[in-house]
């Protein structure tokens, strides 16, 4: 049984309070928890999303003056004037004369600039350089890879000529190292580079964030403005490109990307992002106790509440418990059970007192009814005994009927026959329905005897097959439209004569009686105005197909019934529009 039988059928009033209560309180209680978490988590995520945009921001500032120092480091290296001579020397005797003079600047700012490898410049002129480092050139790798190295180096600002680069090339791969590389630029004519300065430094830019941390377990690493991992935890994914860069936008930022919060801020005015991911768990593992504390206490309340809820339901059912078992108690056959009022409160009593009145009433009404059918039976014994009468006007008829025949006066015998079966087909035995065909003998039984009257004036034509004879139709449908054909269009007609067609088809679901005639017609406004008021009790209509068509309409449906319009040629014409299924065809 589907649930709304059940709650139609079923259920009382307090299983079906009980049901609401329920539901309402389950589904009060969800929200509450949803809404909570809902607010809860929001709550979390805008302040750790404030929290790690600081932290970001503090890196930031503190990545920017690293790289700012670096940049003071290689602009102090261009500016000593040995390191300028070098550069600016086209002779071997002048690279000799200050070669001595670099190294010994060199080993100064080695010892000044603790996570320096080594400093080199070269000389473009010459194709020479001067290396200076904690380890040989040998174990730096210098010579075969500072070109290389350089190719891969990014520009460091966009503007500006510094460019740095982070890899392992430097070492034999042992580690991964920053490079910078600046053009050695003459202070005496600032458009021309006569050498490069090239600083490598064991600083991977990030190392002091990942040691301090943040709030949560992420990941950081720091990219160049093409999306590329300069620096990371992992040096695995180190030169790899973010999947997601196309949604970095701007100078900072936060957005959802695979289960992971990310936020990302700009190094100042550098070509290099610090980005932070961390994962949807690890940003909200702290808040599920508290999350889990708040569904056991919501569901606590919700159960005392159902509880609470049942108990009241019960207690305010219990008036309506005792008429509903009083109601049953009739239904048994006890009409004289009444309700007492003592144990009732103000709504109890009321339903209680219209239970007693209504009880009252039944048994007035009964006694009604024992009389009414005491009443109803004698009308039906005199019904019985009225039927004596047809039967005697029947045999009457027939007497007469045999009489003219026997005396020669045939016209007389045939008008008293058609008479005596009218009247049989009027009759009916009571019956309401009879068949077409017994229908189409009373039309023809009236114009035997309106022909004898006025002289075989109407002609009557019949389009029935064979089929349709058997259908139910409701009695005297045809008869009183044949005669209204006759009195009203052909006998106001010149001729006084004319032609009664009678036709049966069908569509889909309906079966169409049709009958016309070519009478004097009737008026298009008239035909419009009976079509329109033919269902209401109207006298300007006509009582006999106001009659038909109510009769139709009670038995089968207001959309069935008689329509009136102009027939083709001259005349009227009939639809009756009758259920094909429910006329046993």
Known sequence: MLFWEKWNQSWNFEKKMNYVIIWTITVIATAAIGISTFSFIISITDQNSRYVAEQLSIMAEDCADNLEQYKALATSIILDPHVQNYCESKTRKELY??????????????????????????????????YNGNSAVSESSFETVYEKDYEESMQAKNKGTLRVNFSNNYHKGRKYTLTLYFPAYSVTKLVSS?????????????????????????????????????????????????????????SQGMFWQGGKLVSYQRVKDWNFYIVNEVSAWSLYQNCFSTILVLVFVTLAITVIALALAKNITKKLYRPINKVVGKMNDVSQGDLGTRIALEDMDSDGRKLAGGFNIMMDEIDVLMERVKEEQRQLDKMRFNALQSQIQPHFLYNTLECIHWQALSGG????????????????????????????????????????????????IITLVEKVEEKYLSMMIPKLTLQPLVENSIYHGIRIKESLTGTVEIEVCETEDTVLLIVRDNGGGMESERIAYINQNISDTNRDVGYGITNINKRIELMYGEQYGLRFRQNEGEGLCVEIRLPKQNIGF
């Open 97 to 130: 004369n200050e070669m001595g003079n670099v190294y010994s600047t060199f080993l100064n700012m080695l010892y000044t600039q603790h996570n320096a490898n080594f400093i080199a410049v070269t000389n473009d002129f010459m194709d020479q350089y001067i």
């Open 194 to 250: 006569n050498g490069m300065i090239i600083v490598n430094l064991d600083d991977n830019l990030l190392m002091r964030f990942n040691q301090s941390g943040l709030q949560y377990s992420s990941n950081l690493f720091l990219t160049d403005v093409e999306g590329n991992i300069v620096s990371t935890q992992n040096e695995e994914q180190i030169g790899q490109k973010i999947g997601f860069f196309d949604r970095m936008t701007g």
């Open 409 to 456: 006066i045939q016209e007389i015998s045939t008008m008293v026959k058609a008479l005596a079966q009218y009247y049989r087909i009027c009759l009916s035995e009571g019956k309401d329905i009879i068949p077409l065909r017994v229908e189409l003998d009373h039309v023809r039984n009236y114009l035997i005897i309106q022909n004898m009257r006025y002289g075989n």
